[in-house]
């Protein structure tokens, strides 16, 4: 969004320094930022304030500051008390200026494949934003409102969080008109309790929605589904039952889903290019959200048969000699293992082996590694850990070396959460 440097300041309560410029966005990384964009320097490991003379170099005309800083004498900046707090300030002005429809979604498991999947299927009918990869919290999802085009008409905003309140935080600045929760599993139960705080911790983006708004529920999950009676907006509900019902799952030889799906606007049939029967469901809220916001059903359906998903998330390559990798190591609880560990074991081949590492913030680790691991033994999958022995497995410090030569007929799966950073085991093995 183009904005003028005079206007923020006011709009967030800042001061301006300098004459008005325009700016064009938002980055808090100087390594990224394009030209025109405002310049926000955090606090974190290290003090973003020694970046601005970098940001301006690259082409920053006005940015935020909280402390004397140089180039306050011969540019443009707006002082803040906190740059962080203004930057969700500035995106909740920003909001208030855009007509955008926008999209909230959330969940323990599928929130990012998802998002993604609604941005394709509403970009069939509607100009449409989504934020990037996991783009989804104090930092991200105001960076992702100020980023967006000036002519958006939806704009999807995944929302994350570790506590209480987070979600509550994030929906003042986003004002989401639609909230999608995908489901509610074994994530962060350390820091909220278990379950049910997890929860109630996602219930806060359906708890915010205004009464002409539309909360889009997974009808399969019981403590999803109950979040209906917390919410005065409209409800659409999506599932194996539901407004938007999935029958007729079948999968092919890598595990990609092909439905029928009946909905409030019609029924079709929904291929998908991405793996995994869970991915049907994510899907169903893509044309539940899609047709809600006025996209014709065979356009969104359309749209979701080429779609692709963000960057390790059941990413499935096959390699030179033949194996197929499927790359689902962006992060893991239980119920997300599950989805992958039977999505592999749908898929075509004679021998299936999945390299795991640890979960965190589990309320119970050894139960929900335990839990992982007699799932694997179930569906016939070979468990390689490493980086823990929670499995009951000796963990491997080479897994490559423990999984040995692989090739047509084998397939393997990397998965854990991000803290591991089991990617280089899968960009390894793909060479």
């Not at 449409?128 to 930092?139: D, G, K, L, Y």
């Amino acid at each position: 969004m183009r904005f003028r440097a005079a206007a923020a300041a006011a709009g967030i309560g800042g001061r301006l320094i300098g004459p008005d410029v325009e700016f064009d966005g938002a980055s808090y990384d100087s390594r990224t930022l394009r030209p025109g964009q405002l310049f926000v320097p955090i606090a974190a490991d290290r003090n973003g304030h020694e970046f601005i003379g970098r940001a301006r170099e690259a082409g920053s005309p006005v940015h935020l500051t909280s402390e004397p800083d140089e180039f306050r004498r011969d540019g443009t900046a707006i002082e803040v008390a906190d740059t962080a707090r203004a930057l969700m300030a500035l995106a909740g002005w920003a909001r208030q200026q855009s007509a955008a429809t926008v999209v909230g979604v959330t969940g323990s498991v599928g929130k990012t494949s998802t998002k993604d999947l609604i941005a394709a299927a509403c970009a069939a009918g509607r100009r449409t934003t989504a934020n990037e990869r996991s783009f989804n919290n104090e930092q991200g999802l105001p960076i992702t409102i100020l980023d967006a085009p000036d002519d958006t008409e939806v704009l999807v905003l995944e929302m994350g969080m570790r506590g209480f309140g987070e979600i509550s935080a994030l929906c003042e600045v986003a004002r989401p008109d639609v909230g999608v929760v995908t489901a509610v599993g074994h994530s962060h139960t350390e820091l909220l309790g278990g379950i049910d705080g997890v929860a109630r911790a996602k219930r806060e983006l359906v708890e915010a929605l205004p009464k002409r708004g539309t909360a889009v529920l997974n009808a399969d999950d019981e403590r999803v589904a109950a979040m209906a009676d917390h919410t005065g907006a409209a409800v659409i509900t999506y599932g194996a039952s539901g407004d938007v019902a999935i029958s007729d799952l079948r999968l092919d030889d890598l595990a990609r889903p092909r439905f029928t799906v009946s909905t409030p606007w019609g029924s079709a049939q929904v291929g998908l290019a991405v793996s995994g029967a869970h991915m049907a469901s994510n899907a169903a809220a893509a044309i539940a959200v899609a047709c809600s916001v006025g996209v014709e059903l065979d356009a969104a359906v359309a749209a979701l048969g080429t779609a692709t998903l963000s960057d390790m998330r059941m990413e499935v390559v096959t390699t030179a000699a033949g194996a197929v990798v499927v790359n689902d190591a962006y992060n893991a609880n239980p119920t997300s293992m599950r989805a992958a560990l039977e999505a592999v074991a749908a898929m075509d081949g004679e021998r299936r082996i999945a390299i795991l590492g640890p979960m965190g913030e589990l309320d119970d680790p050894p139960a929900g590694h335990r839990e992982v691991a007699d799932i694997a033994a179930q569906l016939g999958i070979d468990v390689i850990a490493t980086g823990t022995e929670l499995y009951g497995h000796p963990p491997a410090d080479d897994p490559i070396a423990a999984l040995g030569p692989i090739g047509a007929g084998d397939v393997v799966l990397v998965k854990a959460s991000r803290a591991a950073g089991l990617e280089r085991i899968a960009h390894a093995l793909l060479g």
